[in-house]
């Protein structure tokens, strides 16, 4: 959609503090030292909504969902950032295998609520998906109540392993500015909603050491500002154009570069055990299972079986991106809410009305 005349989106970046209410570091302790885990949290009464982001991302990919699911049912939110992602320092950061992180879920949950956990719907997205899954599966979180993947399905995700590395390489190595990354998510694509990604982008990228630093090569931006400069072209001549990548250089030069927190390419080791088998271990789960999806097309054969034998509910999203809940937090929010009412989770609040899907 293009603005009006004068009109430029913001693409400045937004506190976490604007949509959820508590942020807190949980120290988990075991034989060789401590770990420290982020987490964001809302709501004070409630079953429990585990929230696991995807690969590269971090638990402030969940903010506009939390404000969305708050404000329909009775549920307290904890978001948290996974080892190697966001603000979590641990001492082993290269260690994303799924049995790791999924000890990971189960050490934080403990740290948090000792050993009367309250009930706890696990939801993850993508490689939190499956971590969810494996969570579930290895019955780390005795009160576990509901389980829900969003966008993650082992046939097309194995599928899209063999193209990763190329998407990785394809994307920009460092910004300019905050501003620069949030533009770039949007405009790419990775991120279809500007308010999501005012608030998520930030935990995706870090600000480099030092802008000279051989990790931090010069910013690529090249495709980001190209829409803008063609409006510019037609409405001011190429003189303004020239002018302004001119200041921008200048501006690259002072501001301090950002880069991405995690390298995903060095994860590639840990890609198939996150993916390999999930479909049938989500279907031997016992519990209520959810499967949210940005199109019909990426169920594998195991799934739609599954789907056609009722064993779990599934809900497809049309018009968005792989991050479901980031392009459509309001949709996701009315879909897990629902769920939950309908099996007796929890009550609605706010004058919520469940609309049962067909599937």
């Known amino acids: 959609m293009r603005m009006g005349p004068g009109r430029k989106r913001d693409f400045s970046p937004v506190l976490w503090s604007q949509y959820f209410e508590s942020m807190e570091d949980v120290v988990v302790e075991n034989d060789t030292g401590k770990d420290t885990f982020r987490i964001y949290k809302s709501g004070l009464e409630g079953p429990v909504l585990l929230l696991l982001h995807g690969g590269g991302h971090s638990a402030l990919s969940w903010a506009v969902f939390t404000s969305a699911i708050i404000n329909r049912i009775q549920c307290r939110i904890v978001a948290l950032d996974l080892r190697g992602h966001g603000e979590t320092k641990v001492r082993n950061p290269e260690d994303l295998s799924a049995e790791t992180m999924s000890k990971d879920v189960g050490s934080v949950v403990e740290a948090l609520y000792g050993d009367l956990p309250p009930p706890i719907m696990l939801i993850g997205h993508s490689m939190g998906g499956a971590i969810a899954v494996h969570t579930a599966v290895a019955n780390l979180l005795p009160s576990l109540l509901g389980l829900c993947m ?13 193209s990763m590395q190329n998407f990785l390489r394809s994307r920009p190595k460092t910004f300019k500015s905050l501003e620069n990354a949030i533009e770039w998510s949007v405009k790419s694509g990775q991120i279809r909603n500007l308010e999501s ?3 998520s982008m930030v935990g995706q990228v870090k ?3 030092g802008a000279a630093s051989p990790e931090c090569p010069k910013a690529i931006v090249e495709g980001i500002i190209e829409e803008e400069e063609e409006e510019d072209e037609n409405e001011e001549g190429e003189g303004s154009v020239n002018k302004r990548k001119k200041e921008d250089d200048t501006e690259t030069k002072k501001e301090h570069l950002y880069t991405w927190r995690i390298e995903l390419a060095k994860t590639e080791k840990y890609w198939d055990g996150w993916f390999r088998g999930l479909s049938n271990l989500f279907l031997s789960c016992p519990t209520p299972k959810l499967l949210l999806l940005a199109g019909v ?4 054969k195991d799934l739609t079986i599954g789907q056609m034998q009722g064993k779990f509910q599934m809900q497809v999203l ?9 392009d459509a937090p309001d949709k996701v929010a009315e879909a897990v809410a629902t769920f939950l009412i309908r099996h007796r989770f929890t009550e609605p609040i706010g004058g919520f009305q ?3 899907p067909a599937c």
């Open 150 to 162: 969003i966008d993650v399905v082992e046939g097309t995700a194995m599928d899209a392993l063999n």
């Open 197 to 199: 990604a005012r608030v």
């Open 207 to 209: 600000q480099c050491e």
């Open 297 to 300: 097309d990426r169920l594998d």
């Open 318 to 326: 049309p018009q968005c991106g792989h991050a479901v809940h980031e």
């Open 354 to 356: 469940c609309v049962f």
